[in-house]
């Protein structure tokens, strides 16, 4: 699905990943899933039906359209259908086998009744709900660790006792005005990689051990690369895999499923940027061949 001529966000990264994961002998075709699109009804467990209706039929208004951040299309709805469905499909494919990764996902920004920030639907509150209402999960626990807190996570799901959202993000990025998360941990801009890890280490061991999820959906979001546009973080490729192993080894240890998504990434470098997006891939297969 291409975008217009000079647009900020890095489509061309998804299919590039798919490429690099299959080069580079991470994944094999047959390894991947594609889902049927999301039906409405599943979207509205964590979205206003009015809000639903309007954008899948193109009929939101100009400035909602401004505040996504791109254009409407046929294509862009149907795609945002289908990498909703992959989430929830990378969900059941955890729970069936103990870990499962996505090539999409992380639409944090999303809120109840509109878009933002290149997220339309969020997949993260959906899946989460869906897992509970099926009663295929009691208790889901959400560790976002994209750049950007997770704003639309956690105003929709402010009041889920059952899902437990966790955000560590850079205090002095997008959004301007941050939701509450269950647990939010702010950090400066120009953190490395040491001291992001401390960090992430003391807050997983007290939340996983705490809240005792049945599933931990982890956006895997690699923006907070030292070389991302948009991220103001100081991470390098080896503190992002060694981020990856933490959490991951953590869920393992602990026998929680673990559902991964790729979250946010932005460079005009897409090989670079889809390198650093095959990383979760990597860990995630390193780990289930150790099991």
């Not at 997220?119 to 509970?132: K, P, W, Y």
């Not at 660790?145 to 006792?161: C, R």
Request: proline fraction near 6%; include cysteine; charge should be negative.
């Amino acid at each position: 699905m291409a975008l217009p001529a000079g647009h900020r966000f890095p489509m061309a990264k998804f299919g590039r990943l798919y490429e690099i994961l299959v080069r580079d002998g991470v994944a094999a075709p047959d390894q991947f899933h594609c889902p049927e699109p999301a039906p409405t009804t599943t979207i509205t467990l964590a979205h206003a039906p009015e809000y639903v209706a309007h954008y899948l039929e193109g009929r939101l208004d100009d400035r909602a359209m401004r505040r996504i951040g791109f254009p409407w299309s046929p294509a862009l709805a149907l795609r945002t259908r289908t990498a909703l469905a992959s989430t929830l499909l990378t969900a059941e494919l955890a729970l069936q086998h103990g870990l499962a990764c996505s090539t999409a996902g992380g639409t944090h920004h999303a809120h109840y009744d509109f878009g933002s920030g290149y997220c339309i639907f969020n997949d993260l509150a959906v899946t989460a709900r869906h897992l509970i209402q099926q009663e295929r999960a009691r208790r889901v626990l959400i560790v976002d660790l994209d750049v950007h807190q997770g704003d639309g996570t956690a105003a929709i799901l402010q009041h889920d006792p059952d899902i437990f959202t966790f955000s560590i993000h850079c205090d002095a990025n997008f959004p301007y005005r941050k939701q509450q998360s269950d647990l939010d941990v702010a950090l400066p801009p120009g953190t490395t990689d040491t001291p992001y890890l401390a960090t992430l280490e003391s807050h997983l061991t007290e939340v996983s051990a705490g809240f005792r999820p049945d599933l931990v959906l982890y956006d895997a979001g690699v923006d907070p690369h030292r070389e991302d546009a948009l991220g103001k973080l100081a991470l390098t490729d080896a503190g992002l895999f060694q981020r990856d192993t933490m959490v991951l080894q953590r869920c393992v240890s602990l026998g929680i499923p673990v559902a991964c998504v790729i979250g946010g990434g932005y460079s005009h470098d897409i090989d670079a940027l889809a390198y650093r997006h095959s990383i979760i891939h990597r860990v995630a297969t390193e780990i289930f061949q150790s099991l």
